[in-house]
């Protein structure tokens, strides 16, 4: 008969044997580029940057870039654009005719070698916005390959279904030979032109074992930078490094209309720091060029908010974005399909990002993914009206108080974690926080205290 330490024996091996199934692992499995730590992001509208709507054009704004504190240049896609059912006198720029082409408006193969190599030498970095869900009309591989399109009932090729894009058919991703193809073009922009990796146009439309493949074989190439159009978990497993942040815009903007109260910029990260993998970074905006194309301007979004959601967006975790001529004040909504120039002049706003982009390069409290500080919520007395938070790395910490209301407020805090002495970042006042600190804060406004 068993003795009775046999069970015992049995149950500490069998143990042994599983406990490998109960340790945690990282959600993220792929790696950052090292040089994303603490960047910031810009998104570039090639066509209406200048008058010359050009690469080389465009290169001679790089130093005030550079100046502005942008590390990652985002290049609206590049490639030639379908003329066939063209919406516009110049067509959509994600209507795309040739995934290996360059479009010749805005110059040559060339020009855009040389726009990479010079950000290169800036110590800035560039990626391709990259449409894989969907060519155009007459994109080349519809004479070649007709079979890597999906059909509509009829057997002919057909728009992205249930969406109104009439200038573009989609792709079918269910063929090998169509992946096979189009892994290979997002290698070819980097073995020719030297980018450093992509913004996917509508991610979540593509399956995600196809991104997932790819991004194993770019990173073979070079260590690269992935952005996708989307703000799905499962895609910062294996493929991306960013998605988009697009509940926080509509939470701001749901404050700035008066639908709702700064409690609920609290309940959204209540919500998406408990939810969301730790080492994911999402990518933080008041504009890019869909929201100012078609849902009017950043003014007429935010109004007298805007600037306390520009510091929100650049101070809570994850990658603040600009969109080309936000720094100048941009009070248009670009024309998408037509030629329709920014103009360049000096405003409020572009020094506001350039000081908050100083900060967040300096400060590792800021930066991104695990290189940064987690936000730690400071409860206070005005929920309603101020949203506050303190986060800390290293030797660095930052406490920012925002005031989302009309009116002036006086608020005290009930929480230790932001004790100390700071330095505020706009008046360079010194102040120090003591368990009976209250903080006064005008309508609209905004406080960055930085520890000494």
Request: proline share 0%; no cysteine; hydrophobic share 40%.
């Given at each position: 008969m068993p003795t009775s330490a046999q069970p015992v024996v049995a149950f500490q091996q069998a143990e042994s044997t599983n406990k490998k199934h109960y340790q945690p692992k990282p959600f993220v499995e792929l790696t950052h580029p090292q040089w994303c730590k603490n960047a910031t992001i810009y998104e570039v509208n090639i066509r209406q940057y200048t008058q010359e709507g050009t690469f080389k054009a465009f290169a001679e704004h790089l130093p005030r870039l550079q100046k502005l504190g942008v590390d990652i240049l985002w290049l609206m896609p590049i490639h030639p654009i379908g003329e066939e059912k063209r919406k516009g006198d110049k067509g959509s720029a994600y209507s795309v005719k040739d995934y290996k082409a360059v479009n010749p408006d805005y110059g040559t193969l060339a020009d855009l070698k040389s726009l990479v190599a010079k950000a290169h030498s800036m110590g800035m970095y560039v990626i391709l916005d990259w449409v894989a869900n969907h060519s155009a009309w007459d994109n080349v591989l519809t004479k070649t390959n007709p079979e890597w399109y999906s059909k509509d009932h009829n057997g002919n090729f057909q728009p992205t279904p249930w969406w109104?894009?009439?200038d573009i058919i989609d792709f079918d991703y269910s063929n090998p030979q169509m992946r096979e193809y189009m892994t290979g073009a997002l290698k070819y922009w980097l073995e020719e032109a030297d980018i450093d990796g992509y913004r996917a146009d509508v991610a979540g439309f593509v399956p995600t074992d196809f991104w997932d493949n790819a991004r194993q074989e770019l990173d073979a190439i070079k260590p690269v930078f992935m952005l996708a159009e989307w703000d799905a978990r499962d895609l910062h497993k294996n493929s991306f490094d960013m998605t988009y942040a697009w509940s926080l815009h509509e939470e701001m903007?749901?404050?700035?209309?008066?639908?709702?109260?700064a409690s609920a910029i609290y309940l959204h990260f209540a919500h998406i720091l408990n939810s969301w993998p730790d080492n994911a970074i999402l990518m933080n905006f008041v504009d890019n060029?869909?929201?100012n194309s078609w849902d009017k301007t950043m003014f007429e979004r935010f109004g007298?908010?805007?600037?306390t959601c520009i510091v929100l967006t650049a101070m809570v975790e994850g990658m603040p974005l600009i969109y080309s001529g936000q720094e100048a004040g941009l009070d248009k909504a670009l024309a998408f399909f037509d030629k329709d120039q920014i103009i360049w002049q000096e405003h409020a706003i572009g020094k506001l990002y350039q000081q908050l982009f100083t900060l967040k390069h300096n400060n590792q409290a800021l930066w991104n993914g695990d290189w940064g500080g987690k936000m730690i919520p400071v409860v206070n007395n005005k929920p309603e009206a101020i949203f506050s938070f303190v986060r800390e790395k290293a030797q660095d910490k930052v406490?920012?108080?925002l005031n989302f209301s009309d009116k002036q407020q006086t608020v005290s805090f009930n929480e230790n974690i932001q004790l100390g002495c700071y330095q505020e970042l706009f008046s360079q006042a010194s102040v120090t926080f003591e368990q009976d600190s209250t903080d006064t804060i005008e309508?609209?406004?905004y406080r960055v205290y930085v520890q000494k």
């Open positions: 109104d894009w009439s903007h749901n404050v700035a209309m008066g639908k709702k109260n060029h869909d929201k007298d908010y805007l600037h406490f920012v108080v309508a609209f406004g």
